[in-house]
């Protein structure tokens, strides 16, 4: 699980996430990896928006709800990678 905080604005912070989550999904599937699932949430104080992808092709799926807290976090669910190939590919996206 990836978590922390992001300062752009809620917009930016979602697009920023998706393009992340697109980067370790690819990286999976370029490393022989099958991806299972892999979600974000991001959350402001009056936004939150899920994002999922569970096939490349399909790409992200994003769903918008209302909230009051502010955070980020992302649950990688795969198989056939290595632990060790798919915490280098995780931290790989954090600025």
């Not at 980067?23 to 892999?38: K, L, R, S």
């Not at 402001?44 to 769903?63: A, H, Y």
Request: charged letters at 25%; one cysteine or more; glycine letters at 6%.
């Amino acid at each position: 699980m990836l978590k922390g905080n992001i300062s752009d604005n809620f917009t930016e912070a979602v697009a920023i996430v998706d393009s992340k989550m697109k980067t370790v999904a690819q990286a999976i599937i370029n490393c022989g990896g099958i991806i299972g699932h892999i979600k974000s949430i991001i959350t402001s104080e009056n936004e939150k928006c899920m994002i999922s992808i569970t096939d490349m092709e399909i790409g992200s799926q994003k769903r918008f709800m209302d909230e009051k807290t502010a955070r980020f976090e992302m649950v990688v669910i795969v198989f056939c990678i290595g632990e060790d190939k798919l915490c280098e590919i995780i931290h790989s996206v954090e600025d």
